[in-house]
């Protein structure tokens, strides 16, 4: 009998399973609205200016070669990595242990499989309604089985369900987990403002949970990197000073990486209460973690990451490419409105245009959405979440009467 037999066949990634549908369409008005990727305004991927030039650098450098990293990863990556989340002024050399992570998917595997270690998995994690599908998966893989969510999008009033999230985050256990997207919320759009930051910290602090912030989309909600790590700053710098937190650092979006997997999985320290012996055996089990699973994370994309944040040129050309991508996203989910607006489509729009980061959610029913795929040849994914970045000057009206149209 063939070993194999009994495989049970699951259903294949929501995401990846539109990125087929629309590589066999042949409508030339296809729109691709669906995995959250930069794209410029001809539709294309974009290789950052700063990248360009990180790459001609890292290859005129005769000592160029393919070694192997050391098993934590890149030096230079992971200290200025935590300088550009955490602030030049944070104590990053006694807080911040940490370790080169394949992307932001991987810290958040790391991390649960440190909490595993720790026998941290049988608690409860709270995820927001909605998250990133992912999430689920990454926890529930690593042990986690008591996997809840907090109320964060209210659908009626398409804004944050605040008074929901703090009763959420009062009557859960004490000591739970609860994971928070820092910035430019996959799927809503939708950020606390920074007066709800310090409510929602303050309400967790309280409970004793032990926060872990996934931040995959720093620079892309405001174009800032310090105004996007505002929550996290916020966090170990003042309401969460006294307990460890943990922070997964992606720069897929940022650096336009995302192929080459680059992110940092950090574990924030106290500001008292430990001392070099526990900083080491924290280091010593995520190193453990490394060395089992990838033996040593991936050297191109962490030494062009690294290239650009320890030179200052480069890192200034970085940042006017963050506001580059960042603000085509703006005026793409202002022309979407403006059409939605002049065709008098049914509905308010507004929320498109509060929203921020790589996506927006629109408010689209699954049924609409199913509509917009097979009227119009627009994707996006069942939950009505569109990425905005895949609107450009060519594409935005189409895809304004699209929905015009599934909406009447
Ligand atoms: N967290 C969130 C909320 C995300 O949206 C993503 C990317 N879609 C990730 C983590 C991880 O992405 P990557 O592994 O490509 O860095």
Not at 347 to 354: L, V
């Amino acid at each position: 009998k063939f070993l194999f037999k009994n495989v049970k066949k699951l259903p294949s990634d929501a995401l990846f399973a539109i990125k087929a549908r629309l590589a066999v369409d042949t409508r030339s008005a296809k729109v691709d609205l669906g995995i959250g990727a930069y794209r410029d305004n001809n539709g294309k991927p974009w290789i950052l200016p700063s990248v360009k030039r990180a790459e001609e650098i890292i290859k005129a450098d005769p000592e160029y070669n393919h070694e192997y990293l050391n098993i934590s990863g890149l030096e230079v990556l992971r200290k200025n990595a935590a300088r550009i989340i955490f602030g030049d002024s944070f104590d990053l050399a006694n807080r911040v242990v940490n370790i080169q992570s394949l992307s932001g998917t991987g810290a958040l595997h790391v991390g649960a499989k440190l909490m595993q270690v720790l026998n941290l998995n049988e608690r409860d994690i709270y995820f927001s309604d909605p998250t990133w599908g992912n999430h689920y998966q990454i926890f529930q893989k690593s042990g986690f089985s008591n996997t809840k969510t907090y109320p964060y999008w209210d659908a009626a009033s398409k804004k944050l369900n605040l008074t929901g999230f703090l009763n959420t985050i009062k009557s859960a256990v004490t000591g739970s987990i609860f994971v928070l997207h820092p910035c430019a919320h996959n799927p809503t759009g939708l950020d606390p403002t920074q007066e709800q930051w310090k409510v929602i910290l303050e309400a967790i602090k309280e409970k004793q949970h032990l926060v872990l912030f996934d931040s995959a989309y720093q620079g892309f909600a405001t174009g800032s990197l310090s105004k996007d790590a505002y929550s996290i700053r916020l966090a170990i710098t003042d309401i969460l000073k006294d307990v460890p937190v943990l922070v997964c650092q992606s720069f897929a979006k940022n650096v336009g990486m995302y192929g080459e997997r680059v992110g940092c999985f950090h574990v924030v320290l106290p500001e008292t209460g430990y001392n070099a012996e526990d900083k080491d055996a924290i280091q010593s089990q995520l190193n453990a973690i490394t060395r089992s699973e990838l033996s040593t994370p991936p050297a191109y994309g962490a030494k062009i990451v690294a290239t650009i944040l320890s030179s200052d040129e480069l890192y200034k050309a970085w940042s006017d490419d963050m506001i580059t991508m960042s603000s085509r996203i703006y005026e793409m989910r202002h022309k979407l409105v403006a059409k939605l607006v002049e065709l008098k489509t049914p509905g308010t729009w507004d929320h498109i245009t509060t929203q921020v980061g790589m996506f927006s959610y629109t408010g689209l029913t699954e049924e609409q959405v199913a509509r917009m795929e097979k009227e119009h040849a627009v994707y996006l994914a069942s939950s009505g979440r569109a990425s905005i970045a895949g609107l450009n000057d060519g594409n935005v009206e189409h895809v304004a009467y699209a929905i015009d149209e599934v909406v009447r």
